[in-house]
């Protein structure tokens, strides 16, 4: 795994440059990511891989699926994987990608796994809480593990702040058995 992600950084941070430049960020980060839908798509993930189309067949694929969401950049950008027999890395590309375009508008993103769905009030508070201590702006994901039993883990970039039940109780017996 690691290994495409090493391959798709190099491409995703090529074409973060060529949005950025280019003032397109938020429209690159959409078309980004419906190339990395359509790319899992086991149906498009077949032709991708059929030896039998070439790139241009495979490039208008695309444009058929996608249709006006490509622009010029984009389209070239399909072009260059496509003949590099790179396109299915795409959601790895998209993945780093949006990571650098998190980093470019000063966002961070927190995973917060609680025991319970979070109400909408705890969620700001832990976002204006998280925002605070970060300095950034937080998008949340947010999961469910009723094994934690109670309170949540977020996790912020490789950071982690544990304030679960099972946490607390672990972190409990560590300290008794010292």
Same mark, same amino acid.
């Given at each position: 795994?690691?290994?495409?992600?090493?391959?798709?950084?190099p491409?995703?941070?090529?074409?973060?440059?060529l949005?950025?430049?280019?003032?397109?960020?938020?429209?690159?980060? !959409?078309t980004?990511? $419906?190339?990395?839908?359509?790319?899992?798509? @086991?149906?498009?993930a077949?032709?991708?891989?059929? @030896?039998?189309?070439?790139?241009? /067949?495979?490039q208008?694929?695309?444009t058929?699926?996608?249709?006006?969401?490509?622009?010029?950049?984009t389209?070239?950008?399909?072009?260059?994987? $496509?003949e590099?027999?790179?396109?299915?890395?795409l @959601? &790895?590309i998209? !993945?780093h990608? &949006?990571a650098?375009?998190?980093?470019?508008?000063?966002?961070?993103?927190?995973?917060?796994?609680?025991?319970f769905?979070?109400?909408?009030? /705890?969620?700001? !508070? =832990?976002?204006?809480a $998280?925002?605070?201590?970060?300095?950034?702006?937080?998008?949340?994901?947010? !999961?469910?593990d009723?094994?934690? =039993?109670?309170?949540?883990?977020? =996790?912020?970039?490789? &950071?982690?702040?544990?304030?679960s039940?099972?946490? /607390? =109780?672990?972190?409990?017996?560590? /300290?008794?058995?010292?």
């Amino acid at each position: 795994m690691a290994e495409l992600a090493t391959i798709a950084r190099p491409y995703a941070e090529a074409a973060f440059a060529l949005a950025r430049d280019g003032g397109a960020l938020p429209k690159w980060a !959409e078309t980004m990511s $419906l190339l990395a839908a359509v790319v899992a798509d @086991p149906k498009v993930a077949g032709a991708v891989d059929n @030896p039998k189309l070439s790139s241009t /067949q495979k490039q208008s694929l695309f444009t058929t699926v996608l249709g006006d969401k490509l622009d010029a950049g984009t389209t070239q950008f399909v072009k260059v994987l $496509l003949e590099a027999d790179r396109v299915k890395l795409l @959601p &790895q590309i998209n !993945e780093h990608f &949006q990571a650098l375009k998190r980093d470019n508008d000063n966002v961070a993103r927190a995973t917060i796994v609680s025991a319970f769905p979070l109400t909408d009030q /705890q969620r700001d !508070e =832990l976002k204006g809480a $998280l925002a605070k201590r970060y300095g950034r702006q937080i998008e949340t994901v947010e !999961e469910v593990d009723a094994s934690l =039993l109670g309170g949540a883990r977020i =996790l912020v970039g490789d &950071q982690v702040i544990d304030r679960s039940v099972v946490g /607390q =109780l672990n972190k409990m017996s560590r /300290q008794i058995k010292a």
